[in-house]
């Protein structure tokens, strides 16, 4: 690719047709590369437009699309809530020009079966779009591959991993759950500077400060599922709910290995409104029918040691089609869940406060590790800032 500044982009635009130059990140450049920018221009507009579906869609996976005609948008549209139309079709339905001979931008290979609605492959080919480029493969098995080989049987061209790599992350919840039918687990803490959770005398409020609690919030809206330990709920007897304005309450998942949640705890209070689960290793069926009355959903689970197997919890909450969970638990969950290998993605909220105290709780306890071989290892740093808070994100390696 040839890279032209600006100032010589003035002083050959009366010679070169304007059209066969394209401004991207401050710069132009010939038409030689034009093509590539331009497929990511628009595959970014359509990840874009995926985004806006966050919290509405699970476990259907985020996806937006955009029909372009000579270099102008005619149509775009994404998944606006589970059930609804998808993405292609809604996009269709927006065209302001016919899109016979357009191009189809859309972040994941559209669906060639039949579900909730019709696959959008009859659309597309019914539109008489002529080529779709594409981020990533549906790794649905009813899909995988098929919905593109439809699209080529009749004539359309058809581009593979347009920002693949960024596709792929839109969706990694969707990717986890249909690859592993179990739910993608994000577990998530606050700490200060020296690695506390809570002073020593327990209290924890507040860590971090109000914009970063409120992308905490955000993260809520978005996943299916929250779950914490019966530490916390005797502790803190939290609502465990999503508070912004037209955010989705995630399901709530208690792990009581001994049944000890309160009957008057908020969570089983409002149980009736918001799904709330708890998972046990107890037989007591009274006490397991007082807490079915009050709307909780109880869940046997296999016993590991001293605490609940959270493997088998995982899939068991996954056949209750809940495809993410953000876990806000303690020390010795949050041990317990890596060493059993469910945590898919850490995010860590660190605050510009000392605690101090050697009794003060920590973000990870339980027994620890013995060698610092055996650590558990994640990768793919991103830092985010919030106020005078910073969160750092890590995926499991």
């Known amino acids: 690719m040839v890279i032209i500044s600006e100032l010589f982009y003035t002083r050959i635009s009366k010679a070169v047709n304007k059209n066969a130059l394209d401004i991207y990140s401050g710069h132009f450049c010939f038409e030689g590369g034009i093509q590539v920018k331009k497929q990511e221009h628009y595959m970014e507009i359509a990840i874009d437009l995926a985004k806006k579906g966050r919290g509405r869609v699970n476990p259907n996976p985020l996806v937006g699309a955009v029909i372009v005609k000579d270099d102008v948008i005619i149509g775009s549209g994404y998944h606006e809530k ?15 020009a016919s899109p016979v001979g357009a191009t189809l931008y859309v972040n994941l290979e559209p669906c060639c079966h039949h579900g909730k609605t019709p696959p959008c492959t009859e659309a597309i080919i019914e539109s008489g779009i002529s080529k779709v480029v594409i981020g990533a493969i549906d790794p649905n098995p009813l899909v995988g ?13 058809v581009i593979t991993g347009v920002r693949e790599a960024d596709c792929q992350e839109l969706n990694a919840m969707f990717f986890h759950y249909i690859k592993n039918q179990t739910p993608y687990v994000l577990m998530k803490y606050a700490m200060t500077l020296d690695g506390k959770i809570a002073t020593a005398t327990g209290k924890s409020r507040w860590i971090t400060g109000e914009s970063a609690r409120k992308a905490v919030h955000q993260t809520r809206n978005e996943v299916m599922g929250i779950m914490v330990g019966v530490n916390t709920i005797l502790q803190d007897d939290p609502q465990l709910t999503c508070r912004i304005e037209g955010g989705r309450n995630p399901s709530r998942i ?6 000890r949640t309160p009957l008057t705890a908020q969570v089983v209070a409002s149980a009736r409104r918001i799904p709330t689960y708890l998972a046990t290793c107890s037989q007591d069926r009274q006490k397991i029918k007082r807490f079915e009355i009050m709307g909780c ?11 609940l197997d959270l493997r088998d919890l995982m899939v068991q909450i996954g056949q209750e089609g809940i495809d993410s969970i953000l876990l806000e638990g303690g020390g010795t969950l949050n041990f317990s869940a890596l060493k059993s290998g469910i945590v898919s993605k850490l995010q860590v909220y660190l605050a510009p406060k000392i605690f101090g105290g050697a009794a003060a709780k920590t973000p990870v306890e339980g027994p620890g590790l013995a060698d610092p071989a ?24």
């Open 374 to 397: 055996e650590a558990f290892q994640f990768t793919d740093r991103k830092i985010k800032i919030f106020g005078d808070d910073i969160c750092l994100e890590y995926t499991k390696r």
């Open 145 to 157: 591959g098929q919905g593109i080989k439809m699209l080529r049987q009749h004539g359309i061209t």
């Open 82 to 96: 589970y059930g609804g139309l998808h993405a292609e079709r809604n996009a269709l339905m927006t065209c302001n």
């Open 254 to 259: 208690i792990c009581d290995t001994q049944l």
């Open 297 to 307: 959903s109880v869940l046997q689970i296999a016993k590991d040691g001293e605490h």
